[in-house]
């Protein structure tokens, strides 16, 4: 709710960090790829947590409180790469809630930095797997496993992104109604990576709805593409936050046309291109976002003057950058 000057005029001040959640712009990559079609970039590093997941974090407590499940200054747990801790330390700053974050060793340091910045707690457990820039499905059960086992001592509520159907229903009421309102009503295609599969579930349940032909694809790191059906051989891989070689539980096959995949070679070259070309740094899940969204204009599965919408997840100053990476 904007605030009134005082004599009943409305502002444009923002009553709290709250309100910098969501509507964030949609750029045209149009530099990067000159067409035909053109790659529509949903801007989500422009979140005051710097990435996507704010949406979920806010939507997910509005949502306990309003239910009861969460009461008034009881302490959150929550397992995390990191963005959506961010995203919950902001919400739980603004609220009043006692944060504690569980993550994988394997998540950059930067992210622990940003959340106990925000007054939250976070503790990084240390990997089982896989090694710091690349984290597995058995590092992220390990956080879990440190995380469920504050909760017995602490009672603290369990956010669970994983299986929370209102972190998919974030994107289903926001992101996807913005895309669709944004683009004056034309997407012919939309992209994304998959973590939790919030974003992709809520969102193209959204844009299906507006528009059956629209087709929509997910995006999985070449080697580890379960939702494609094949076999794990590539466990590592760049994509924080996403692509951890299992089918999520919130992951919707009906409104799935086609899986896509990336290499982490053309997740770096992308990522290069978005900040040399566009003027935007981005972190790898958003590189590898528009890799796809290249690779898809080409591909001859969808018309060539086709309007693809993928998005931006997050800032590149989340990461240390990593071997192979020139910028
Ligand atoms: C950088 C980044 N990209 C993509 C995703 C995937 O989003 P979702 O969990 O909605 O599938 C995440 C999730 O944490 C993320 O941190």
């Not at 994983?162 to 683009?183: D, L, M, R, S």
């Not at 994304?192 to 969102?203: D, E, K, R, S, Y």
Request: hydrophobic content about 40%; some cysteine; charged content about 20%.
């Amino acid at each position: 709710m904007a605030l009134t000057n005082g004599a009943g005029v409305a502002t444009d001040i923002k009553a709290s960090a709250l309100e910098l959640i969501g509507n964030t712009p949609l750029v045209a990559l149009d530099r990067l790829h000159p067409g035909p079609g053109r790659i529509l970039a949903k801007c989500e590093f422009m979140n005051p947590g710097a990435s996507i997941k704010c949406r979920s974090a806010l939507h997910m407590i509005q949502k306990a409180k309003e239910s009861g499940e969460l009461k008034e200054g009881a302490p959150v747990l929550e397992v995390t790469s990191g963005n959506q801790g961010v995203g919950l330390a902001i919400v739980c700053a603004i609220e009043g809630h006692p944060l504690t974050l569980t993550m994988s060793k394997g998540n950059s340091l930067q992210r622990a930095l940003h959340m106990e910045a925000l007054g939250a707690k976070c503790v990084r457990v240390p990997q089982v797997e896989g090694t710091y820039g690349n984290v597995t499905l058995a590092d992220v059960k390990a956080a879990e496993a440190v995380g469920m086992k504050i909760i017995d001592e602490t009672g603290a509520y369990y956010v669970n992104q994983f299986n929370n159907q209102e972190n998919a229903n974030a994107h289903y009421v926001t992101t996807g109604p913005e895309i669709w309102k944004q683009t004056g009503h034309r997407v012919d295609a939309f992209v994304a990576t998959v973590g939790t599969a919030g974003t992709f579930t809520g969102a193209s349940r959204y844009l299906k709805e507006k528009n059956p032909n629209i087709k929509c694809f997910v995006v999985e790191p070449e080697g580890s593409q379960p939702i494609a059906g094949c076999k794990i051989s590539k466990p590592l891989h760049l994509l924080q936050g996403s692509g951890y070689g299992c089918v999520p539980n919130l992951f919707n096959f009906d409104t799935l046309d086609e899986p896509l995949s990336v290499t982490d070679e053309e997740t770096l070259h992308y990522k290069k291109l978005v900040g040399e070309k566009e003027g935007l740094y981005v972190g790898y899940t958003s590189a590898a976002n528009v890799a796809a969204a290249v690779k898809l204009l080409n591909s001859g599965k969808i018309p060539e003057d086709s309007w693809v919408v993928t998005i931006l997840n997050d800032t590149g100053l989340k990461y240390t950058p990593v071997a192979g990476e020139s910028n």
